[in-house]
């Protein structure tokens, strides 16, 4: 604009000039003009006077030819220069009209009508994701597609995916349209779409087909229709597999309308690559809520809900039902003799084989470790003690080999319970099928026992009871404490921090481990109240520490499963910190890796909300997992506790020697700080001290205190 105005106010200048000019000019001929009109007249009028004089008259005649010649001349030139000014100046006014006149169609062509953009937001604003639209992405996009027609008209659409083996083509006719032109459009279009996206044309499509109702599809020939196309930008993150969209449309467009479009298109891409991925993600978090992700059986969340409604429906039904409990007898030593690796794909197969001794309908469960329970609908103790002897034959049948070729066994003992014989409740069943598995075990393990109710219900679940009761009876009297166990600098010998572990003080003077009673804490959901006991003791120990030396101390608080759920333990604790004037920073949230992974769905939302609040978080057990590195590369913690089973073997074991020298390897390079437990002796801190583990703990390094030192 700002050239555009130049050029005009130039042009004009000059024209003006030209006027000005011009203008002059004539009045000077006028003024010419004028005298020698004047001068004429009045040799005219002297001549009079001479009439008898006839050389006078002659040379006044011919003064007056002459003069009459000049104002001959004068008209020639005055005629002459307008006519030359004219063609100049109309020159210029053509220029100046074509250069307006592209300037106008060049500003026609890159501005935007309001309405396009208001039309462009109304398409945008239908654009909302959320859990039930991402779970059904197909039906979303189908939504979004419909509110697109409605703001601008077209035919077809089309969403190309990248599979394993083929293109995966989503075909989206929007109106009612005939075999014949359906099938061009496969072929035609299809040639069309592929050849936009850059993909070759004879790649295996596997193609499905979308109807979705829609007014104004006019088609007139398939020769009418034009395709708008955008891939999937280079180096953009995965979209699960999407390549690109392409909107086909027999309705002309303008320029700024296919801009418009194709803006719209490029935002396509992202929902539709996003939705899918999300949409794989959600059914994936769903899955692994209620199952394995080791040996794909279901877990014990699933196996818990699944007993308390199994209950009920028995009770409606006047059925009875059993329950198995599955332990492998001396599993940690294969995990330390052969690695967990091994020990993992033992567990593998060992649910697979249980799997394939029962019947549709009953319901194997990993609990968690080397433990297996399994619920049997519909089937009597005998029934019950017949499946787990089938078990327990199988599995002890079975070989399993090393990766250098040794072979090995495993055997299982198994504890059987009934229900309503030996219980009524889920409690009573659970702590049943306890002490008829620890009875199989005292048999000398491999062996199946059934829970002998006549002689053992009213006293063994009175003591599993009674242990219950005094459990809860010591959180309601607040007499759990924290100890505190250093955690050491490898390089300095430096004490770094302490990690807080729970002790009962019981009623009779006792201190009880946490090793004792933490199982039973957890089996009868109690370890919310105890969580909460030991953040506020923990931080009311840090708050002393403070006053007494006028610093914080680093202290590591282990957290349950359960806390992970959004159930307010960091606002509790952020609340206290407040209170008390206690630094979050000084605060280290810690859970088991089996905990952390076996509820994905909020691990992520935990860890933002806590490092929000300026705690940190460290992963504890790390490697005793399946699939941990996947967790470490979805997840960031602040620390890793590498489990304790390979650190104690370190100076004897070169499969665990290798495992936390790559552990501590690739946290280094993640810049997640390691931490070695179960250091027992110089020997094993000399080994981590040299692979690079940034701190350790263990009793070699100092045992858990009653307070801070």
């Known amino acids: ?110 501005l935007v009508e309001k309405d396009l953009f208001e039309r462009q937001s109304s398409v945008l604003e239908s654009i909302i994701l959320s859990h039930e639209k991402v779970s059904q992405w197909k039906e979303f996009v189908q939504q979004i597609l419909s509110g697109f027609h409605a703001i601008f008209p077209f035919n077809f659409f089309f969403i190309a995916f990248a599979e394993q083996n083929e293109l995966s083509l989503y075909f989206y006719y929007l109106g009612d349209y005939s075999d014949e032109i359906r099938g061009l459009v496969r072929s035609r279009t299809t040639q069309d779409l592929l050849r936009q996206l850059a993909l070759p044309d004879d790649a295996p499509l596997n193609i499905e087909e979308f109807h979705i109702q829609a007014k104004n599809s006019k088609l007139v020939t398939i020769e009418d229709v034009k395709l708008i196309s ?242 809860r009876q010591s959180l309601a009297e607040d007499r759990f404490q924290p100890h505190f166990q250093p955690i050491v600098d490898c390089k300095t010998g430096e004490i770094f921090a302490y990690e807080s572990v729970a002790r009962l003080s019981r009623a009779d003077g006792t201190t009880m481990t946490a090793g004792l009673f933490i199982e039973t804490i957890e089996k009868y959901g109690l370890s919310r109240e105890l969580d909460r006991i030991m953040v506020r003791k923990v931080i009311e120990a840090n708050k002393a520490n403070i006053d007494r030396s006028g610093r914080p101390q680093r202290l590591f608080i282990n957290l349950s499963a359960q806390e992970i759920q959004g159930r307010g333990i960091l606002g509790f604790a952020e609340q206290l910190c407040e209170q008390l004037g206690v630094p979050p920073s000084s605060i280290v949230f810690e859970i088991l890796e089996r905990d952390a992974i076996g509820d994905m769905s909020h691990m992520g939302k935990f860890l933002a909300n806590l490092r929000k609040q300026g705690f940190a978080f460290a992963l504890d057990d790390f490697g005793s997992g399946y699939n941990s590195f996947h967790y470490l590369r979805e997840l960031h913690f602040e620390y890793v506790k590498i489990d304790g089973a390979f650190v104690r073997n370190i100076v004897d074991s070169k499969i665990d020697l290798a495992l936390v020298s790559n552990l501590s390897r690739l946290c280094r390079d993640l810049g997640i700080l390691t931490i070695g437990e179960y250091v027992e002796s110089a020997e094993i801190l000399e080994v981590l001290q040299d692979i690079g583990i940034d701190y350790a703990q263990g009793f070699h390094l100092g045992i858990p205190q009653s307070s801070l030192p």
């Open 230 to 471: 955008v891939a999937v930008p280079e180096h953009t993150p995965g979209l699960a597999g999407l390549l690109g969209v392409a909107f086909a449309s027999a309705v002309p467009l303008s320029h700024q309308e296919q801009s418009i479009i194709r803006s719209l298109l490029s935002v396509m891409v992202m929902i539709v690559g996003s939705s899918k991925v999300l949409s794989r993600t959600l059914s994936e978090l769903e899955y692994y809520s209620t199952h394995d992700p080791l040996t794909g059986i279901h877990n014990r969340r699933y196996f818990n809900d699944m007993l308390e409604y199994e209950i009920p429906r028995s009770e409606r039904h006047n059925h009875e039902f059993s329950v198995l409990l599955l332990d492998l007898d001396d599993f940690k030593d294969i995990n330390d003799s052969y690695g967990h690796p091994v020990g993992d794909s033992v567990l593998i197969k060992i649910a697979a084989t249980i799997c394939t001794r029962l019947r549709k309908g009953d319901i194997p469960v990993r609990m968690g470790g080397d433990e297996f329970a399994i619920i049997l609908p519909e089937t009597s103790l005998q029934g019950a003690k017949d499946v787990a002897e089938s078990i327990r034959s199988s599995l002890h049948g079975m070989s399993f080999e090393t990766p250098d070729g040794k072979s090995f066994h495993v055997s299982t003992s198994v504890g059987v319970i009934g229900y309503p014989r030996d219980a009524q409740s889920v409690s009573d069943l659970m702590s049943g099928v306890d002490i008829a598995l620890y009875r199989a075990k005292q048999l000398g393990k491999n062996e199946v026992c059934v829970f002998d109710a006549d002689a053992n219900t009213p006293q063994a679940l009175q003591d599993s009871r009674s242990f219950v009761e005094e459990l």
């Open 1 to 110: 604009m700002q050239q555009l105005r130049k050029l005009v106010m130039t042009e004009l200048t000059a024209l003006l000039e030209s006027q000005t000019r011009t203008r002059i000019f004539a009045s000077t001929i006028s003024n010419q003009i004028l005298r020698e009109h004047g001068a004429m007249l009045a040799e005219l009028g002297a001549s009079l006077d001479r009439v008898g004089d006839r050389d006078a008259m002659s040379r006044v005649l011919q003064t007056t030819l002459a003069r009459c010649a000049n104002l001959d001349r004068a008209f020639v030139k005055l005629t002459a220069e307008r006519q030359r000014q004219w063609r100049k100046n109309g020159a210029q006014l053509q220029r100046v009209i074509d250069d307006f006149s592209t300037t106008t169609q060049y500003l026609a062509s890159v």
